[in-house]
């Protein structure tokens, strides 16, 4: 089967996201809609004409909540990545898109399996973002860093 469908659609082969054996299925989906943008957020609601309302960041409510936004360049997600960059031992790095985020493990040297537990981390976090924004939007409860990751 996915012999198949990289032989109808080759450009699936060339994603950024190995598969990682480490996270929980649900994990690995959130992080491939968040690289293809395809995630509930107000950005694409508004494109699709089912939210009308203002397009803003419920968690920092300085910008527009685009997949980037939310998971690289809003305050609250930088907070989150600091905390990564120090629990995974990385040199801060700029990122400015979710993709960047997602290519982070590929810089860490493969030594006893690290590479894939950094990125099986950062998946863990962008999951825990999204899950954490959608708790302020959708049960109001406020978004406290020590309760993200
Ligand atoms: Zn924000």
Request: aromatic residues 8%.
């Given at each position: 089967?996915k012999?198949?469908?990289?032989?109808?659609?080759?450009?699936?082969?060339?994603?950024?996201?190995?598969?990682?054996?480490?996270?929980?299925?649900?994990?690995?989906?959130?992080?491939?809609?968040?690289?293809?943008?395809?995630?509930?957020?107000?950005?694409?609601?508004?494109?699709?004409?089912?939210?009308?309302s203002?397009?803003?960041?419920?968690?920092?409510?300085?910008?527009?909540?685009?997949?980037?936004?939310?998971?690289?360049?809003?305050?609250?997600?930088?907070?989150?990545?600091?905390?990564?960059?120090?629990?995974?031992?990385?040199?801060?790095?700029?990122?400015?898109?979710?993709?960047?985020?997602?290519l982070?493990?590929?810089?860490?040297?493969?030594?006893?399996?690290?590479?894939?537990?950094?990125?099986?981390?950062?998946?863990?976090?962008?999951?825990?973002?999204?899950?954490?924004?959608?708790?302020?939007?959708?049960?109001?409860?406020?978004?406290?860093?020590?309760?993200?990751?």
């Open positions: 089967m012999k198949l469908l990289y032989k109808v659609n080759p450009s699936i082969q060339s994603s950024i996201l190995e598969w990682n054996n480490w996270v929980p299925l649900k994990v690995k989906a959130i992080s491939w809609r968040a690289l293809h943008n395809h995630l509930p957020i107000s950005e694409n609601l508004i494109k699709r004409s089912i939210l009308y203002p397009d803003i960041c419920v968690c920092c409510t300085t910008a527009g909540e685009s997949v980037d936004h939310i998971f690289a360049s809003c305050y609250v997600e930088n907070v989150v990545w600091q905390r990564v960059n120090v629990w995974c031992n990385l040199q801060p790095v700029n990122t400015s898109s979710v993709r960047d985020i997602l982070v493990y590929k810089q860490v040297p493969d030594f006893e399996h690290r590479r894939k537990m950094v990125q099986a981390i950062i998946m863990v976090a962008i999951w825990c973002l999204l899950r954490a924004r959608n708790k302020l939007i959708f049960e109001n409860k406020p978004l406290k860093m020590e309760n993200v990751i």
